[in-house]
């Protein structure tokens, strides 16, 4: 019995309020579901990752897309990649705005350019010249991000505390019939962050990465603190090293904890489609697509299952 086609995706680390929880693993399922159901009619780990992720953009129930996070003067600011196993191609953006679709403008940098990462006006110019269209700054706010952005203007506010509230920045790895491996990862950021700030979403080892001989991540958490342990190549070095994904993850997310007081998650895949969703933070929203079966869970130890197909 193959264990491909795979696909994996999270919602982000952090503490997600209850009544937000629900509609956080309803996404998540809804993600795995679309990656998993391309993957099932031939399609590539690349078009997988990326449907998977754009559908969590445009649900505002996640930080990225619509429903990110404010910046200090309540705009948004979204970053974004992918990146390919096969060829190690990699695309990203950030500090974009006024895009619906930041990990299909990251794609688009992989295919039609010869660079890696656009930022902010550059990446804007370019989405013109490829006819993405630019929607409204209101469409991507919503209420909740708004309300949040107004707390943390308050000089007694601890943005990072806070943005546990949502982390949820989204990711999703995958490996496809013919053993290729993707990832994408998008994010609207951290709440309150400074005007121009760029985590570790765009950043190529830090907010993912691929390649088809050792398999594919895709994090969550507190952006300088990925970037600080490279948390992507960290985790995959450990697989290079023999351990497996579940063993990979856990010793890269201790080090950080350990070593710079970081929190966070990853979602990961190895060439035989040996997949985990792992993290130290009290929750990350999860689900996996594979054989048929769908995997999701947000609390630690959770993991529940149901056939794919949902029953009409």
């Given at each position: 019995?193959?264990?491909?086609?795979?696909?994996?995706?999270?919602?982000g680390?952090?503490?997600?309020?209850?009544?937000?929880?629900?509609?956080?693993?309803?996404?998540?399922?809804?993600?795995?579901?679309?990656?998993?159901?391309?993957?099932?009619?031939?399609?590539?780990?690349?078009?997988?990752?990326?449907?998977?992720?754009?559908?969590?953009?445009?649900?505002?129930?996640?930080?990225?897309?619509?429903?990110?996070?404010?910046?200090?003067?309540?705009?948004?600011?979204?970053d974004?990649?992918?990146?390919?196993?096969?060829?190690?191609?990699?695309?990203?953006?950030?500090?974009?705005?006024?895009?619906?679709?930041?990990?299909?403008?990251?794609?688009?940098?992989?295919?039609?350019?010869?660079?890696?990462?656009?930022?902010?006006e550059g990446?804007?110019?370019?989405?013109?010249?490829?006819?993405?269209?630019?929607?409204?700054?209101?469409?991507?706010?919503?209420?909740?991000?708004?309300?949040?952005?107004?707390?943390?203007?308050?000089?007694?506010?601890?943005?990072?505390?806070?943005?546990?509230?949502?982390?949820?920045?989204?990711?999703?790895?995958?490996?496809?019939?013919?053993?290729?491996?993707?990832?994408?990862?998008?994010?609207?950021?951290?709440i309150?962050?400074?005007?121009?700030?760029?985590?570790?979403?765009?950043?190529?080892?830090?907010?993912?990465y691929?390649?088809?001989?050792?398999?594919a991540?895709?994090?969550?958490?507190?952006?300088?603190a990925?970037?600080?342990?490279?948390?992507?190549?960290l985790?995959?070095?450990?697989?290079?090293?023999?351990?497996?994904?579940?063993?990979?993850?856990?010793?890269?997310?201790?080090?950080?904890?350990?070593?710079?007081?970081?929190?966070?998650?990853?979602?990961?895949?190895?060439p035989?489609?040996?997949?985990?969703?792992?993290?130290?933070?009290?929750?990350?929203?999860?689900?996996a697509?594979?054989?048929?079966?769908?995997?999701?869970?947000l609390?630690?130890?959770?993991?529940?299952?149901?056939?794919?197909?949902?029953?009409?």
């Open positions: 019995m193959t264990m491909l086609p795979v696909v994996v995706v999270h919602g680390a952090g503490h997600i309020p209850k009544e937000r929880a629900e509609l956080s693993t309803i996404g998540v399922k809804e993600a795995a579901r679309t990656g998993y159901a391309i993957l099932q009619k031939g399609g590539s780990a690349m078009d997988a990752v990326v449907e998977a992720v754009a559908l969590m953009e445009n649900n505002p129930g996640f930080n990225a897309g619509q429903g990110s996070v404010l910046n200090v003067k309540g705009e948004v600011e979204m974004a990649m992918v990146m390919d196993g096969r060829t190690l191609d990699s695309g990203a953006v950030s500090a974009v705005r006024r895009i619906a679709n930041p990990v299909q403008l990251a794609r688009l940098v992989m295919e039609k350019t010869k660079h890696l990462c656009l930022t902010a990446a804007s110019k370019f989405a013109r010249s490829m006819g993405v269209p630019e929607v409204p700054e209101e469409s991507l706010i919503t209420d909740y991000a708004k309300m949040r952005w107004k707390k943390n203007l308050q000089p007694d506010a601890n943005p990072v505390e806070c943005q546990m509230g949502k982390m949820g920045t989204v990711g999703a790895v995958a490996v496809d019939k013919d053993g290729n491996i993707a990832c994408a990862t998008s994010t609207g950021g951290m309150n962050k400074m005007e121009g700030r760029v985590g570790d979403t765009p950043c190529v080892g830090c907010g993912g691929a390649d088809n001989n050792i398999g991540v895709s994090p969550t958490g507190h952006g300088e990925i970037m600080k342990v490279t948390l992507s190549r985790v995959l070095f450990h697989m290079e090293q023999g351990k497996t994904p579940e063993e990979a993850s856990d010793l890269a997310l201790t080090y950080m904890k350990e070593r710079v007081d970081g929190l966070g998650g990853v979602v990961v895949v190895d035989k489609g040996t997949w985990t969703a792992w993290f130290n933070s009290l929750q990350m929203s999860w689900a697509a594979q054989q048929g079966e769908l995997h999701y869970g609390y630690r130890g959770e993991h529940f299952v149901e056939p794919v197909q949902e029953k009409i």
